[in-house]
Every structure is written in C-alpha cells, then in structure tokens.
C-alpha cells in the first residue's frame, strides 16, 4: 500500500491533465487507469483518432477536387484503408506514450487496472489498496445508444467502432446528426461511402447557432451527404455483413426503411461511473448518471472529487482539462478557477465549425440587445486562393457596449480562429478592440477582424 496526497481515476484529458498539474503544485499524485495505454477515449477512441481519419480523408477530397484546378494533373490517390488505420493507430500511439512520457518527467505513478474507492480516503486497484487525501474521480463518459438498437461494434456501430471498420462500407447510415455524426459521417462520404444521416430533430448540430447550422448542413449536402430530418429511428435489424434500419417522420407517422452496410450510432454519450462504488459510499449521482459536485468540483463526500464527462457540463475534452487544472489548484490551496462562458466549441469538418459564449438565439431567449458582425471568407483573399471561400465569421457583441458576446465561425482554420475571440472575452473586449488590432495579411484571421469591423463602421472588403 501507499500513500498519495491525490489519486486520480482515469487518464483521459481531465484526468492526465489533473494529475501533471497536481504534480508541478508539489502534491504526490498517481493516476488509475485500466486501459493499456494512457489518455482516455480522446487520445485512443475518440478526438485524436477521428482527427487522423478526417485528415486522411480531406488530403484525398482536395486532390479529387481541387488538385487539377491548381495545375497538378495525374491521377487521384486510391485508397488502401489498412494502411489508412495503420496511420490512424500510429498516431494514437504518438500520442498515448507522449502522456506516458510526461508521467514520468512529472513523477506521476501510474496506477495500471480498474480503480474503485471501497471508502474514503481509498482507492482500489487490483488487490492493491492505496491511500489518498484526496480522490478526483475524471471517468469520463461512454457513447449511449437508443431503444431498440444494439451496438455490435461490426455492422452497427459506435464511434469506437466507427475507427475500426473492416472496410469503406457502400452504404452509411448514420443516427444523430450531432458532432459524432457529422465528423465521422464526412470521413466516410470523403472515402466513397453514401452516407445518409437520420435525425431526430429538425435541423442539425442541437445547440449550434441555426445560420450557421443551416450553411453547415447546406454544405455538407454539397459534399454529398443527404439528411433525413425530423425522423425518430425505431430499430435497427442487423444481420452479420447488412442491416436495415427503420425510422418514423415525426410530422405525419410515416415509416420508412433504409438499407445499410453500416450504421453509426451517434446519438449522444453518458458519463461512465461503473465499479467505482459509487452506491455503496453514496455519492450523489443523477437519474442521468452525472456525479453532482460544488463549485470546488467537490462530491457530497469529503475527500472526493469529479471533473470532466462524468459532471455537469458539455462533453469536451478541453472543458476535462480545465476543470483538471483548476482542480488541482484547489488542491494545492489555490483558487483554481473555469470560466464556463468562454469555452469553445469545434467540429472538425472541411469547413469546421466553431462557436464560443451566446448564440443569437440564447441572446433573443435572453431579452438581450446586441448587434452582429458578420464577414464571408469570400473577401478574404487567402481563403480565394486556397479555395475556402465557404462561410463566414458572425460575431455577437452588446448592442450598447460593444463588448463581444458570442462568435460563430464556419470556414477554414475556424477551430483555430474561435481562440483569437476567446482571448478577447477573456479579457472582457468590445469588437472594437479587435477591430483595431493590425492583422497580419494574408491570413484567414482577417476575417475575424473584418466582422470585428462589421461590429462598428462596416468591413473593409465586402
Ligand atoms: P450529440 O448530442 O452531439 O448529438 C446526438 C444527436 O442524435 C442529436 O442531434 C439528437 O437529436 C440525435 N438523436 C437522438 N436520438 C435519436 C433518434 N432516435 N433518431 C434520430 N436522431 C436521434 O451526440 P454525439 O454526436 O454522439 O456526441 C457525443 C458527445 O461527444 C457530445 O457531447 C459531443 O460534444 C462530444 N464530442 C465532441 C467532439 C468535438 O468537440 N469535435 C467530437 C466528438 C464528440
């Protein structure tokens, strides 16, 4: 047995984070995790993986489309999907022994097995009890599918199975067109699957500000994906290489089947508390699973603490990091700090999608004045010239005080862009402020600036 001043459950994103920052605020820290290798769903399942396939995939749909346009004749690429997943599996490599690495320059013992806090003040792992002042439990979440619809992880599957595939399959369905669906549902499209996205509701992306929502859908249409909207899947019927699956159109009943090779499910995650004996030590958990914690991250029992997927909050890796980090600060007597108003949001898609604070809707829900600034990538020149011209910058700002609310970003680099505006509201800016900022030119950023613009005396180049 041994004794940690902290003791993390789980080495995903908040909890790998959490446990480094322990580390360099002089705490003596071990992280639980029962996978082979370190980092979670994101870095072995989930955003890293995803990200490598969509790469892949982009590389390929630029050279089919754009390659010859700018002078560059031959052939277009084929595919060889094993060597495709052999890349993807590289990189998560890359990735999982980086965490690994960084474990050991922190001096973070990892606790290898399947952690459980049989009371207080301790933490299971295999025969072994170990002590801890403190326990941060950072389990994450695990993808949930609907009635009537079992995952097989071969014909119907998750977004685990989603990277596993044994081959490009003809026919995708895919359940849920929220950010799963539609990133996975664009690798396989990309690759030459028909890929047709049922939802539940009557338009994509829940949440998402709905001009941009409606851009994002009509482009994705252009790239050959086709929505099925207001349809409630009622089962799905597999066999071992097809499957057929039924949905009802909400507006007047009606069933109708389709056929598939493939069926992603991606109809949301839940947060994954099993064996952790949560019950038995009655930590209080919701009817939905979500471990209740305070402002402090702090669970109705002393000593106990929870971040990331398995509380409140969206389900965002770098949401787990920095409920992680400030965590750790409230452990070393800090005051470890998130600001839930600024955290963005991106969908990995050619264009991406990226969003931070208000909507226009949350704004008009809220009785708010505010004026909005928007700039098409069209005038922009780089964005010509790289043949990204879809989209725009929108942002929102106080109608009196200029002071930037919210921004919304379809087009390139978008989940790089939203973090110019981040740091603005960080810093409680007004659009004018970015606005007379010199931007370097030509860049994608000045797109930013030019809504900035559109905030106050007009853009320059539209
Ligand atoms: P989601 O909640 O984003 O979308 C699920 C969609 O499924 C919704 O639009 C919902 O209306 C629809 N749906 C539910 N039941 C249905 C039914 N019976 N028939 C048809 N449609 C139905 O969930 P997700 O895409 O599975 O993602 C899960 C979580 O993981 C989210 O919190 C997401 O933010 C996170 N995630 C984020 C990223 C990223 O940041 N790039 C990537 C992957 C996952």
């Given amino acids: 047995m041994s004794a940690y001043d902290v003791i993390i459950i789980g080495s995903g994103p908040g909890g790998y984070v959490c446990a480094i920052r322990c580390a360099q605020l002089g705490l003596k820290t071990a992280c639980v995790e029962g996978r082979e290798t370190l980092g979670g769903t994101c870095l072995n399942v989930g955003c890293i993986p995803s990200k490598a396939l969509l790469h892949a995939s982009h590389m390929l749909h630029e050279a089919e489309h754009n390659f010859t346009k700018m002078g560059l004749m031959g052939k277009s690429p084929s595919v060889d999907w094993k060597t495709m997943l052999a890349y993807k599996d590289d990189v998560i490599g890359q990735?999982?022994?980086?965490?690994?690495?960084?474990?050991?320059k922190n001096k973070v013992d990892w606790l290898k097995g399947w952690g459980s806090i049989p009371a207080a003040g301790k933490v299971k792992v295999g025969d072994d009890v170990h002590e801890a002042k403190a326990i941060v439990i950072a389990t994450g979440s695990d993808s949930s599918s609907i009635p009537g619809v079992e995952v097989d992880e071969k014909v119907v599957v998750s977004s685990t199975g989603a990277l596993e595939l044994s081959k490009v399959p003809k026919k995708l369905v895919v359940i849920g067109a929220g950010v799963i669906g539609l990133e996975m549902g664009s690798v396989y499209s990309r690759l030459g699957s028909e890929v047709?996205?049922?939802?539940?509701?009557?338009?994509?992306?829940?949440g998402m500000d709905s001009d941009t929502a409606k851009v994002f859908q009509r482009t994705l249409k252009k790239q050959g994906l086709t929505f099925i909207l207001g349809a409630a899947v009622q089962k799905v019927e597999a066999t071992r290489t097809k499957a057929k699956v039924t949905y009802k159109l909400r507006k007047n009943d009606t069933e109708a089947v389709l056929d598939a090779d493939t069926v992603l499910v991606a109809t949301g995650r839940?947060?994954?508390?099993?064996?952790?004996?949560?019950?038995?030590?009655?930590?209080?958990?919701?009817?939905?699973?979500?471990?209740?914690?305070?402002d402090h991250y702090a669970t109705n029992i002393k000593g106990i603490y929870a971040i990331g997927d398995c509380i409140d909050g969206p389900m965002l890796a770098h949401k787990a990091e920095d409920e992680g980090m400030a965590v750790a600060e409230i452990l070393a007597g800090?005051?470890?700090?998130?600001?839930?108003?600024?955290?963005?949001?991106?969908?990995?898609?050619?264009?991406?999608?990226?969003?931070?604070?208000e909507t226009e809707e949350s704004l008009k829900d809220k009785g708010r004045k505010y004026k909005v600034g928007k700039f098409s990538f069209m005038g922009n020149g780089r964005a010509k010239a790289n043949f990204a011209g879809d989209g725009f910058v929108k942002l929102l700002a106080d109608a009196e005080t200029d002071r930037i609310l919210g921004a919304h970003i379809i087009g390139p680099m978008a989940g790089d862009l939203i973090h110019e505006?981040?740091?603005?509201?960080?810093?409680?800016?007004?659009?004018?402020?970015?606005?007379?900022?010199c931007h370097a030119h030509p860049t994608y950023s000045e797109a930013v600036r030019e809504a900035a613009l559109a905030c106050g005396d007009g853009p320059i180049h539209s």
Avoid: W
């Fill in 421 to 437: 505006i981040c740091v603005a509201m960080e810093f409680g800016a007004a659009a004018e402020d970015i606005a007379r900022t």
């Fill in 334 to 357: 800090q005051k470890g700090h998130v600001n839930y108003g600024v955290i963005p949001g991106v969908i990995y898609t050619h264009p991406e999608v990226a969003s931070v604070g």
């Fill in 270 to 294: 839940k947060p994954f508390t099993d064996g952790l004996g949560l019950d038995a030590l009655g930590v209080a958990v919701s009817e939905r699973g979500v471990i209740g914690t305070d």
């Fill in 95 to 104: 990735n999982t022994k980086g965490i690994e690495f960084l474990f050991k």
């Fill in 196 to 206: 047709t996205v049922v939802e539940f509701l009557d338009h994509i992306t829940p």
